[in-house]
């Protein structure tokens, strides 16, 4: 028989695990109906690979690592934008973010998980939402690449993201309505460092201050090991509160595979 074996055994995989959710819940046929017709929407909505994500991504992610020691990665999630401009200061924002938005300035290295040295010129390219919970779509306010020096260090300075909701207006959301859950992501990071044009990570960093550390509706994203520590940091004037945060993010160098 012709077709892809990997596909077939997922397939069938998955339809007998799911069999044994029929079963054991009995599940009616009006319930399957009801199921599939949301299934419809979903995919007419272009949602379902974000339901797949909120499910399985972090599963998947934390079943495929191969870099023993590094950093745990992370989602990309939808709003990534490329081409950010790169911050030579290291400061995001290049408007006022408001004379209330809290400032954060995190610093660290990007260090080889291999020979625990620092990685000079690693570039960072980072992107969140504001202390609304919002991110800029149109532009970069946030949103910027830093580089490491010498020694694999940098320094960013940005506005303290906020806990934001997603789907309040999609099928997603509408299922986690009729589920009595929540559809919010805890406020977060999102870092993707590559070393020589090769992406070697991608993850969030999670703010202490987020009140869903123990609920972001991504199953799996929130872990201890990216829970960032805040420190108050003196104040600047016309500025909203200063907080200051170090991580080093441990990288296991991959290098591009040649085209055989
Ligand atoms: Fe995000």
Same mark, same amino acid.
């Given at each position: 028989m012709s077709g892809d074996p990997r596909l077939r055994e997922i397939w069938e995989r998955s339809v007998a695990a799911l069999r044994t959710v029929v079963t054991d819940m009995k599940i009616t046929e009006d319930e399957l109906h009801l199921a599939g017709r949301y299934f419809n929407r979903l995919g007419q909505s272009g949602m379902f690979p974000s339901l797949l994500d909120v499910a399985f991504a972090m599963t998947s992610i934390d079943a495929s690592r191969?870099?023993? @020691? @590094?950093t745990r990665p992370n989602l990309e999630g939808p709003y990534y934008m490329a081409k950010a401009p790169l911050r030579a200061d290291g400061t995001l924002f290049d408007r006022s973010p408001g004379a209330d938005a809290p400032i954060l300035t995190l610093s660290g290295r990007v260090v080889d998980v291999d020979t625990g040295r620092g990685i000079a010129g690693a570039e960072l390219d980072i992107w969140h939402a504001d202390h609304h919970g919002i991110y800029d779509r149109q532009g970069f306010f946030l949103r910027g690449k830093v580089r490491t020096d010498a020694d694999g260090r940098y320094v960013l300075r940005t506005v303290v993201p906020n806990d934001y909701s997603e789907h309040d207006h999609d099928p997603i959301g509408e299922l986690f309505r009729a589920l009595g859950q929540d559809n919010q992501r805890a406020a977060h990071i999102h870092v993707k460092i590559h070393v020589d044009g090769v992406e070697q990570l991608m993850t969030q960093l999670f703010i202490p201050l987020s009140q869903l550390l123990d609920s972001d509706y991504v199953v799996g994203a929130v872990s201890d090991d990216l829970v960032l520590t805040l420190k108050d940091a003196p104040p600047v004037a016309g500025q909203g509160p200063q907080y200051a945060a170090q991580f080093d993010f441990r990288v296991k160098q991959r290098v591009l595979q040649a085209a055989k």
């Open positions: 191969t870099d023993k @020691g @590094g």
